[in-house]
């Protein structure tokens, strides 16, 4: 396949509302394209933030007040799900309206295929993920509106062992489709616990990061390459030499300006 359908675009650290405006944008990108395209898109978060799924009620899905008396903003996502603390972390996104390589009417399939690439490039870190069965792994000691995202894996996210390590949320529409999803580095127990209203034990039996499941500092360059080694071996694809996003790149697509390829 040629090379120029495929980029990668490496991201810096952006506040949450900026992070959410670019993913739609490049979806945006992808529906409208009139050729096939997949851009995937790699980046972090500048200081703690809980993102929500796109239906979810502020009241009912994280501790709220706590959030607000330790400033720590959220932010909703353009994809459904629960509520999803974000910090240390590598966050992923892929967009396409290429058929050739997702299979566009099963967003199951589409999941599967992606889960298959992020599971490969942690392969070359040492670390050796499962995709979970789906809905048996889940917890029934929380409500479905109390339970954050990140501790109920749902079919073919990424557990290590019992523990979930890698969270992703999807939405289709009708010539494309979004998926990013949380990959945390190191997870702050005690801060994430706080943020969602639930105990930090329960969170420890439920969820790694990536650094500890490795069982050694693991850098946002170092997952970033793997996962990048990780899309080219799965999907038989050369990506085009990486988009240098800067800063002023990404504010300049958040606020609307061409996708320029």
């Given at each position: 396949m040629a090379s120029q359908d495929w980029f990668c675009v490496l991201?810096?650290?952006l506040d949450g509302a900026s992070n959410m405006r670019i993913d739609r944008r490049l979806q945006l990108f992808a529906e409208r394209s009139r050729r096939p395209v997949t851009l995937v898109r790699f980046y972090g978060w500048k200081e703690p933030t809980v993102s929500l799924g796109c239906h979810q009620t502020p009241?009912?899905?994280?501790?709220?007040?706590?959030?607000q008396a330790h400033g720590i903003p959220w932010v909703h996502r353009p994809t459904g799900g629960r509520a999803v603390f974000h910090h240390d972390e590598l966050t992923y996104m892929v967009t396409s309206n290429d058929s050739r390589h997702f299979p566009l009417q099963s967003v199951r399939r589409i999941h599967r295929e992606i889960s298959a690439a992020l599971r490969t490039g942690l392969f070359r870190l040492g670390i050796h993920p499962a995709a979970a069965p789906g809905d048996g792994l889940r917890d029934r000691a929380l409500s479905r509106a109390q339970k954050p995202c990140f501790v109920a894996p749902s079919r073919h996210e990424l557990v290590h062992g019992a523990r979930k390590m890698v969270g992703s949320a999807q939405k289709k529409t009708k010539r494309s489709f979004l998926q990013h999803g949380s990959i945390p580095l190191v997870i702050h127990y005690d801060l994430m616990a706080?943020?969602?209203?639930?105990?930090?034990?329960?969170?420890?039996s439920k969820t790694v990061g990536v650094s500890e499941a490795a069982g050694r500092p693991v850098s946002f360059d170092e997952l970033s390459q793997a996962l990048i080694r990780g899309f080219r071996q799965v999907f038989g694809i050369r990506f085009r030499k990486p988009i240098d996003d800067s800063r002023e790149w990404s504010l300049g697509i958040?606020?609307?300006?061409?996708?320029?390829l």
């Open positions: 991201s810096p650290s009241e009912l899905a994280f501790a709220k007040g706590y959030c706080a943020a969602l209203g639930v105990d930090a034990e329960y969170l420890r958040a606020s609307g300006q061409a996708v320029m």
